[in-house]
């Protein structure tokens, strides 16, 4: 069965999702060096307004965006929900930890927050899942959503991934982990220094075909397949030969009926930090021809944790419905020989694939296509 992408619902630090494609082609980035926290130094960081946002207020936003561009209203009783994110309601554990909450309000801090109020949002009485797969949340989500429609217990999915990771927990974990960037995020460079964190995420209204048609939707693009694997290696650094990496590929690309050299593009998860670029690099390398156009779009919008999949599902779809390779922002001096758009390419895209690679070893792949 067919799984069409027929609206989409996006923040980032770039604004709405025509805003961020908008940037993105203008190679802008929405970084910038805030001190949003007394207890840590000023960072480059990837806000949405000038002080961190909150995942319940990002959740009505970006659902309610995506609905509306799908030509929908509530209530939809029959809709599923797959919505995660891989640090939920972080900040108000911090909060109440440092004696600023109300402890009667901690189930609003629960993980699967985002998924309920969205469930809440639309009156849903179907599946509701909240997955958490540190940074590959996102395209798990995406992926778990397409099979649901596909083996039939679904006709129309709301899936993605939301964060709202700027804390002091989270920057000062990151910096201790010594992962945080000094001045910016340059993925794949030779001098990247590190990731950028970035608050945001995407949510996509998936349907069947058969339903699509019905209602004379528009279509994105579809979901021809994915692939999720783990590593079971290390707790936050990727096995070095990169095989259930590569597995995952080579599932989503079996799945997809795709070969190879079928692929247009690659929306890289890119993350500015020396160790997965490198490991990156070597996977396309490895599956891919040194012709297959490459970028990550985390130097425009920071890392988004569990929600940089879902952007970078948004941004593929996008690239299919423009036929525009978006550029990969902050990229000074390439190390790798990969075919980087330095700036935003005009070219025939047909099937594309998004990467997520998240601590633990969650690998998540996905192919789209026209």
Same mark, same amino acid.
């Given at each position: 069965?067919?799984?069409?992408?027929t609206?989409?619902?996006?923040?980032?630090?770039?604004?709405?999702?025509?805003?961020?494609?908008?940037?993105?082609?203008?190679?802008?980035?929405?970084?910038?060096?805030?001190?949003?926290?007394?207890?840590?130094?000023?960072?480059?960081?990837?806000?949405?307004?000038?002080?961190?946002?909150?995942?319940l207020?990002?959740?009505?936003?970006?659902?309610?965006?995506?609905?509306?561009?799908?030509?929908?209203?509530?209530?939809?009783?029959?809709?599923?929900?797959?919505?995660?994110?891989?640090r939920?309601?972080?900040?108000?554990?911090?909060?109440?930890?440092?004696?600023?909450?109300?402890?009667?309000?901690?189930?609003?801090?629960?993980?699967?927050?985002?998924a309920?109020?969205?469930?809440?949002?639309?009156?849903?009485?179907?599946?509701?899942?909240a997955?958490?797969?540190?940074?590959?949340t +996102?395209?798990?989500? =995406?992926?778990?959503? !397409? /099979? #649901?429609?596909r083996? &039939?217990?679904?006709?129309?999915?709301?899936c993605?991934?939301?964060?709202?990771?700027?804390t002091?927990?989270?920057?000062?974990?990151?910096?201790r982990?010594?992962?945080?960037?000094?001045?910016?995020?340059?993925?794949?460079?030779?001098?990247?220094?590190?990731?950028?964190?970035g608050?945001? +995420?995407?949510?996509? =209204?998936?349907e069947? !075909? /058969? #339903?699509?048609?019905? &209602?004379?939707?528009?279509?994105?693009g579809?979901?021809l397949?994915?692939?999720?694997?783990?590593?079971?290696?290390?707790?936050?650094?990727?096995?070095?030969?990169?095989r259930a990496?590569?597995?995952?590929?080579?599932?989503?690309?079996?799945?997809?009926?795709?070969?190879?050299q079928?692929?247009d593009?690659?929306h890289?998860?890119?993350?500015?930090?020396?160790?997965?670029? &490198?490991?990156?690099?070597?996977?396309?390398?490895?599956?891919?021809?040194?012709?297959?156009?490459?970028?990550?779009?985390?130097?425009?919008?920071?890392?988004?944790?569990?929600g940089?999949?879902?952007?970078?599902?948004?941004?593929?779809?996008?690239?299919?419905?423009?036929?525009?390779?978006?550029?990969?922002?902050?990229?000074?001096?390439?190390?790798?020989?990969?075919?980087?758009?330095?700036s935003?390419?005009?070219?025939?895209?047909?099937?594309?694939?998004c990467?997520?690679?998240?601590f633990g070893?969650?690998?998540?792949?996905?192919?789209f296509?026209?």
């Open positions: 069965m067919d799984v069409v992408v609206g989409i619902g996006l923040v980032s630090a770039l604004g709405n999702l025509m805003s961020s494609w908008k940037g993105l082609v203008e190679m802008r980035s929405g970084i910038q060096f805030y001190q949003p926290f007394s207890c840590v130094e000023s960072k480059p960081i990837a806000l949405i307004e000038q002080q961190p946002s909150e995942i207020t990002l959740t009505r936003q970006v659902v309610a965006d995506a609905i509306e561009d799908a030509g929908l209203e509530s209530p939809l009783f029959d809709c599923g929900v797959v919505l995660g994110s891989s939920g309601n972080q900040m108000q554990w911090e909060k109440l930890a440092a004696g600023q909450g109300e402890m009667s309000n901690w189930l609003n801090t629960l993980p699967n927050v985002a309920i109020a969205t469930a809440q949002m639309v009156g849903s009485q179907g599946i509701v899942l997955p958490m797969a540190a940074c590959a +996102g395209l798990w989500a =995406i992926a778990r959503a !397409a /099979e #649901l429609i083996s &039939r217990q679904c006709d129309r999915v709301i993605g991934a939301i964060e709202a990771p700027i002091p927990l989270t920057l000062i974990g990151f910096e982990m010594g992962a945080l960037a000094r001045e910016g995020a340059f993925p794949f460079d030779v001098d990247r220094q590190g990731l950028v964190l608050e945001g +995420g995407a949510v996509l =209204i998936l069947s !075909a /058969e #339903l699509a048609a019905q &209602r004379n939707a528009k279509i994105y579809r979901i397949g994915a692939g999720l694997t783990a590593d079971g290696y290390h707790v936050s650094a990727p096995e070095p030969e990169s990496a590569i597995a995952a590929v080579q599932h989503c690309l079996e799945r997809s009926q795709l070969r190879p079928e692929i593009y690659i890289a998860h890119g993350t500015s930090t020396q160790l997965n670029d &490198r490991n990156e690099a070597q996977l396309i390398q490895r599956c891919f021809s040194d012709s297959v156009w490459v970028s990550s779009t985390k130097g425009a919008t920071g890392h988004t944790l569990g940089s999949g879902a952007l970078g599902a948004a941004f593929c779809l996008m690239a299919l419905q423009e036929q525009i390779v978006p550029p990969n922002v902050g990229l000074r001096e390439l190390e790798f020989e990969l075919a980087i758009a330095r935003a390419q005009t070219a025939k895209l047909e099937n594309v694939l990467f997520s690679f998240g070893g969650q690998n998540a792949i996905v192919a296509s026209r």
